[in-house]
């Protein structure tokens, strides 16, 4: 994606009010994540856009290490500033990962979702999401919507070999980034502007229908430990519901480590 021309190109396909009709682009940085919050500390407006040829410390949940190979991948980040209340916002990811979803089968490919916020083709992470917010007082001030998408990496590391694969991979064409790019403002402008009208229920069917886990037997790591048990549903909140020998239980965040 090396290119001095990108944020023009994205402009020329852009087709939004407000996502990404500002928007920079840097050659590189530590995590276009950092680079989007201290932008809207600064007072970035809503939409504000950052994406980078490479990060030089991307960052996945749990304080794990994003991949981000020079010019083969987007790494994109929002700034949103919806005006909610903290515990109203996490369904905001998933809300994302349809977005992502969507503008990752324009592209030709069936994709899956896995909660709450991988992008799976064909059981490879092909997408992920990390949002991070800051409050003050008792709402959110200012959330960055951290992107990451393998648009044209050809190989990955041995350590993410067998579980990591790129819509290069998926499609055998390489992908246009400012067109995807462009497109995916496109699908979260929509998406947001729901979520914030209706609230997420109505459009989690679409995550849904998308959704890989139902029926299997997992373990998910929570802030209260680890529990096992069988993905049973994604319930109107955004939780996931786990049938556990104790019965079923809702989970508000956490991460899926084994599937089974
Ligand atoms: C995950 O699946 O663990 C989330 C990965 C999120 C990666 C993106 S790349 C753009 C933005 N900058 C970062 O440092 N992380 C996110």
């Given at each position: 994606?090396?290119?001095?021309?990108?944020?023009?190109?994205?402009?020329?396909?852009?087709?939004?009010?407000?996502?990404?009709?500002?928007?920079?682009?840097?050659?590189?940085?530590?995590?276009?994540?950092?680079?989007?919050?201290?932008?809207?500390?600064?007072?970035?407006?809503?939409?504000?856009?950052?994406?980078?040829?490479?990060?030089?410390?991307?960052?996945g949940r749990l304080g794990r290490?994003?991949?981000?190979?020079?010019?083969?991948?987007?790494?994109?980040?929002?700034?949103?500033?919806?005006?909610?209340?903290?515990h109203?916002?996490p369904p905001?990811t998933l809300?994302?990962?349809?977005?992502?979803?969507?503008?990752?089968?324009?592209?030709?490919?069936?994709?899956?979702?896995k909660w709450p916020n991988d992008?799976?083709?064909?059981?490879?992470?092909?997408?992920?999401?990390?949002t991070?917010?800051?409050?003050?007082?008792?709402?959110?001030?200012?959330?960055?919507?951290?992107?990451?998408?393998?648009?044209?990496?050809?190989?990955?590391?041995?350590?993410?070999?067998?579980?990591?694969?790129?819509?290069?991979?998926?499609?055998?064409?390489?992908?246009?980034?400012?067109?995807?790019?462009?497109?995916?403002?496109?699908?979260?402008?929509?998406?947001?502007?729901?979520?914030?009208?209706?609230?997420?229920?109505?459009?989690?069917?679409?995550?849904?229908?998308?959704?890989?886990l139902?029926?299997r037997t997992v373990e998910v790591l929570t802030p209260e430990g680890r529990v096992r048990g069988v993905a049973e549903a994604l319930d109107?909140e955004g939780a996931l519901i786990l049938r556990t020998n104790e019965g079923p239980i809702k989970i508000f965040a956490g991460e899926v480590v084994q599937v089974?």
């Amino acid at each position: 994606m090396s290119d001095p021309h990108f944020v023009d190109e994205v402009a020329s396909e852009l087709q939004t009010l407000f996502v990404g009709r500002v928007h920079r682009h840097l050659p590189e940085c530590r995590s276009t994540n950092d680079e989007a919050a201290a932008w809207a500390r600064r007072g970035a407006p809503e939409g504000a856009l950052v994406t980078a040829d490479t990060q030089t410390k991307g960052r996945g949940r749990l304080g794990r290490v994003w991949h981000s190979p020079l010019g083969e991948s987007l790494y994109f980040s929002l700034v949103l500033r919806p005006r909610l209340a903290p515990h109203r916002l996490p369904p905001l990811t998933l809300v994302a990962g349809i977005a992502v979803a969507e503008a990752i089968e324009s592209e030709g490919v069936a994709v899956e979702l896995k909660w709450p916020n991988d992008l799976l083709i064909s059981g490879r992470k092909v997408a992920g999401i990390l949002t991070e917010m800051s409050c003050r007082g008792l709402s959110v001030e200012q959330v960055v919507l951290g992107i990451g998408v393998n648009l044209n990496v050809s190989k990955f590391p041995p350590e993410l070999e067998k579980s990591a694969t790129s819509l290069h991979s998926a499609t055998g064409r390489r992908i246009d980034p400012a067109r995807f790019t462009a497109r995916l403002c496109g699908r979260l402008e929509s998406l947001y502007r729901r979520f914030l009208a209706e609230g997420p229920a109505p459009l989690f069917p679409e995550w849904r229908r998308r959704a890989t886990l139902f029926g299997r037997t997992v373990e998910v790591l929570t802030p209260e430990g680890r529990v096992r048990g069988v993905a049973e549903a994604l319930d109107d909140e955004g939780a996931l519901i786990l049938r556990t020998n104790e019965g079923p239980i809702k989970i508000f965040a956490g991460e899926v480590v084994q599937v089974r």
